[in-house]
């Protein structure tokens, strides 16, 4: 290779790491079997074609490991684990790489342009409600989807594995994503704020372990209030009905309350910075600048 072409590779990359520091280039050197967590999974969504599903590996560094046990989500899982239409076409697909206790729960939409409905703060709220905690998980789809399936392929994968996890959880937290995709849809809420708004709720209910019906639904009011978040009566009622199931089934919130105030912490650090984008937008263009006037002096 010229060295001057090679060169130019080179730079491409020094230039990227010092614009994007937090950046990262993903080593797929595999680190071997953790013999005491089990095999990473994956789950792919049963309609996908041969061809997508190949492009969801690639998305999710399937080959990044030496051995993953895999399966296929269907539309029997759907109506299994949540009630859902059996007839379900499902596409989302999901990796899980089981953790140590105390590294917390972590998403990553590898494909965000392509899972529309459903955050990762969204997902991330939903995952505690249904019992999920210390693992990384990667969610993908090679189409455009609302991202629902895949939380019924995370259940299927936990269940695969003999994990068992509470069935009245699971679909309230499925239940939860509903209301969360729901609201941001038809209420014209900001998904970052619902997920607030869903966080600052449980972390209410934590805090005041409420016991009755009315006191939950004054927990909503003033969650509601506090963020300016106006909905019509039908989907505040819902909200209502949401926590109060969650109360009845004693979900212990004040477990993960560290991973709510991280959650919460990031969205308000988000929300806040007016700036983001334009700094963002900034930064793209300083790189390419600096990329341009490199190659400029490579091949002058």
Known sequence: MNKKIALFFLSVVVLAGSVFPGISFASTNDQGINEKLGLPIVVYGEALSQSQKEEVAKLLEVDQHEQVDEFTVTGQDIAKYIGGNPNSNMYSSVKIIHK???NGLNIDIVTPENITQVTKEMYTNALLTAGVENADVLVASSVKVSGHSALTGIYK?????????????MKVASDELDVATSIADKEGVDQEKVSQL????????A??????KEEVEQIVKDQLNQLNIQLSPED????VD????MRNLNIDFDKVRSQLDDLTG?????????GFWNKLTSAIKSFFASLSSFVNSLFS
């Not at 994968?157 to 959880?169: H, I, Q, S, W």
């Not at 949401?242 to 199931?245: C, G, I, N, S």
Request: glycine letters at 4%; proline letters at 2%; charged letters at 40%.
């Open 100 to 102: 140590e206790d105390g």
């Open 157 to 169: 994968a936990y269940d695969a594995k003999g994990v068992k996890l509470d069935k009245d959880r």
């Open 198 to 205: 869903l966080t600052e709720i449980k972390k209410q209910i």
């Open 207 to 212: 805090e005041q372990n409420p016991a009755t």
């Open 236 to 239: 505040r009622q819902r909200l």
């Open 242 to 245: 949401l926590f109060e199931q």
């Open 266 to 274: 990031s969205l308000q650090n988000l929300m806040n910075d007016d």
